[in-house]
């Protein structure tokens, strides 16, 4: 079974600052996907970045951006330019590539509560 | 732009009491799921549907807990009877169909008390 660890429960930012989310996970597939999760308070969960294990290529969407290590099995989160609206819990989650059942369910770790500071 | 609706949004409810909660996905959804969120805790798969079949329910507690999609469609999710432990938030979510190519869209989900 697939674990997904963040060793961050809350962290702060200054806004403009960088900020950085810790992951790690374990699974002994090759083939996975990577994503992290926006939930802001009281609004539903939004999807952030994806990465597909395959790609060397870290995944970037506009302020937010990954360092994936694949040997180290980390996955962390860096956020640009923070702004009021980043304030929210963030998830990382897991997904195998293949499922010879069909399902394919996010396996998230616990999440951090990050909150950007005026 | 199109969203997953759930409702009702909160409930409290007596243990022992059946509850039900229903989720209506985005238009052609095929893929539909259901999680549970502890507080403190990331969402936990309970059920996924495929059109109106399960594909995984094996974390669905069978014994209380049930889930229909029967047009393939809309879904509900009942709880009977509740129980204290079952406070939690539960989230639906839907995508045009499933695997990791496939983005899921939360709804805002119902958080359930049960006193």
């Known amino acids: 079974a697939q674990t997904v660890t963040q060793s961050q429960p809350e962290m702060s930012v200054q806004e403009a600052e960088t900020v950085t989310l810790s992951c790690t996970y374990d699974t002994s597939e090759s083939n996975y996907y990577l994503f992290w999760y926006k939930q802001p308070p009281s609004r539903q969960m939004i999807l952030v970045i994806r990465?597909?294990?395959?790609?060397?290529q870290n995944a970037t969407e506009n302020r937010f951006s990954v360092n994936f290590q694949k040997a180290a099995k980390s996955f962390s989160l860096k956020i640009s330019d923070s702004q009021l609206g980043d304030t929210a819990m963030y998830f990382c989650a897991f997904m195998n590539q293949y499922s010879g059942a069909g399902s394919y369910q996010l396996t998230f770790g616990k999440g951090t509560k990050l909150s950007v500071i005026p | 732009e199109a969203e997953v609706a759930q409702s009702p949004r909160y409930k409290i409810t007596e243990k022992s009491q059946a509850v039900a909660f229903w989720c209506d996905p985005i238009?052609?959804?095929?893929?539909l799921y259901w999680y549970r969120q502890i507080l403190g805790q990331g969402p936990e798969l309970l059920v996924q549907?495929?059109?109106?079949?399960?594909?995984?329910d094996s974390q669905l507690p069978k014994d209380r807990f049930s889930a229909e999609r029967l047009k393939g469609v809309d879904s509900t999710l009942k709880i009977q009877p509740a129980e204290l432990g079952d406070s939690a938030m539960y989230l639906c979510?839907?995508?045009?169909?499933?695997?990791?190519?496939?983005?899921?869209?939360f709804g805002p989900g119902t958080r359930l008390t049960v006193l």
């Open positions: 238009s052609g959804h095929a893929t």
């Open positions: 990465q597909e294990a395959y790609k060397q």
């Open positions: 979510a839907s995508s045009l169909a499933g695997g990791p190519g496939y983005e899921q869209f």
């Open positions: 549907f495929q059109d109106e079949s399960v594909v995984d």
